[in-house]
């Protein structure tokens, strides 16, 4: 029990944080296991480059390889790599691979490959301020644009180094074009939006966020923009652009990604009403700078997802995260001013109120993690204030998994307690 007093009432900022797997369905070592390997992982490639898919296997005896597309067998390729010599519209999908030996079957989890349009699609242009400078970005449009049709807008906000007038070495890479990819924008089509930084300019001053939500004024009309469906990226510098932008108007975006950035503490409480997914890589030299920014929006009471990958380093990393079909499905869902309701997700169902003031020494909170049907290992709380935590009890492993935290008070006096996600 943690010591305090106190006489008068306090807030309590409650973080229920927790971890889901994806479940090892092999019970012994015989079948078929696979290893973790960069070379099947969810990727992005250029229409008409070359992408290969491969795969690490522990197994006795000789083995045998189908690839699949979509679910779906790909005739002829048994072999241990996949390779895709021009990608087409076509080969955009999820790629996994069976395998077998004497002793059983394993399927690979899907890696999502993204087939992006060509460099012509993506449109140079600038824009003008009061004071008569440039401000230099880049746009996509849907195909066959209607303009009596709203469409979803990304804001993407690139890192350090990657400024340019003439092609911005961030748009030459093709991750940072998911949201355009040839799947995705029939789904859902988009327009994304890669504003950038003159030549010569290496930070994002106040006048560079003043220009770009004049430019954002602009182009919601002349886009035809759901003003509902607004999203904000940023990446590695491009994290500390979004803090800035959100400070100045956190109404105006329905959700943000951010991914590997440096602390930006000042400016998560703006985030408290945008839901935001954070990734890095533990081998990144700004993970710790964005755990940070993890716990102070959530600290803030936003509800923050963050992930973090064991390998990638920092362009890897952000590239994982790009990627990942879970987090552009799940921003796209996202809608302003409205809660998010979608996995992975973690609510605090009892109590139901939004502050609970008790003087009791125990305070027990119950809820539900949904995510994705995957196993969820630990839930755990953290009492900010009084720097107490713990991990939740007797949660069961049925979908949605259901917890029960018996978080430790104070002795004595009343305590307001706020739990947030």
């Known amino acids: ?234 990446i590695s510098d491009g994290v500390g652009a979004a803090h800035a932008l959100v400070g100045r108007q956190p109404q105006l975006f329905a959700a943000s990604g951010l991914g590997s950035g440096g602390s930006q503490i000042s400016g998560s409480l703006q985030f408290k009403d945008v839901p935001t997914w954070i990734w890095c890589s533990s081998d990144d030299g700004l993970v710790s700078s964005t755990r940070v920014i993890a716990r102070s929006i959530r600290f803030a009471g936003g509800r923050a997802v963050y992930t973090e990958y064991k390998y990638g380093g920092h362009d890897g990393g952000i590239v994982t995260g790009l990627c990942n079909p879970v987090y552009v499905n799940w921003m796209l869902a996202q809608r302003r001013g409205v809660e998010s309701a979608v996995e992975p997700r973690l609510s605090i169902t009892n109590p139901s109120e939004a502050v609970v003031t008790t003087g009791a020494l125990i305070l027990n909170l119950a809820g539900k993690a949904e995510a994705l049907g995957m196993e969820v290992t630990q839930v755990s709380w953290e009492a900010v204030a009084t720097k107490t935590n713990g991990v939740a009890t007797g949660y069961a492993s049925g979908e949605p998994h259901l917890f029960y935290c018996p978080m430790i008070c104070q002795d004595g006096g009343d305590e307001a307690i706020t739990p947030y996600i």
């Not at 993506?122 to 449009?141: D, E, G, M, W």
């Not at 009596?148 to 030459?172: Q, T």
């Open 1 to 234: 029990m943690c010591k305090r007093n106190l006489t008068m009432k306090t807030k309590l900022i409650v973080i229920i944080t927790w971890l889901f797997v994806v479940a090892n369905n092999s019970s012994r070592a015989t079948p078929p296991r696979f290893l973790p390997t960069q070379a099947l992982q969810n990727d992005t490639v250029d229409v008409g480059a070359s992408k290969s898919f491969s795969t690490v296997v522990v197994a006795e005896g000789p083995l045998k390889y189908q690839w699949q597309l979509n679910g779906g067998e790909l005739l002829g390729q048994t072999n241990q790599t996949l390779t895709i010599t021009s990608a087409s519209p076509a080969d955009e999908g999820d790629y996994s691979v069976v395998v077998s030996n004497s002793d059983g079957v394993t399927s690979s989890v899907p890696a999502r490959l993204w087939v992006v349009p060509p460099s012509k699609e993506y449109i140079a242009r600038n824009f003008t301020n009061s004071a008569n400078q440039r401000v230099p970005y880049f746009y996509f449009l849907p195909t066959n644009f209607d303009a009596g049709r709203r469409y979803p807008l990304i804001w993407f906000l690139h890192g350090s180094g990657d400024e340019g007038d003439v092609y911005s070495f961030y748009l030459k890479g093709p991750w940072g074009k998911v949201f355009s990819s040839y799947r995705q924008q029939l789904a859902d089509p988009a327009v994304v939006v890669w504003p950038s930084r003159r030549i010569g300019d290496k930070s994002w001053d106040n006048q560079y966020m003043k220009d770009y939500l004049s430019l954002l004024d602009m182009l919601i009309p002349e886009f035809s923009i759901d003003t509902n469906r607004i999203y904000l990226i940023g």
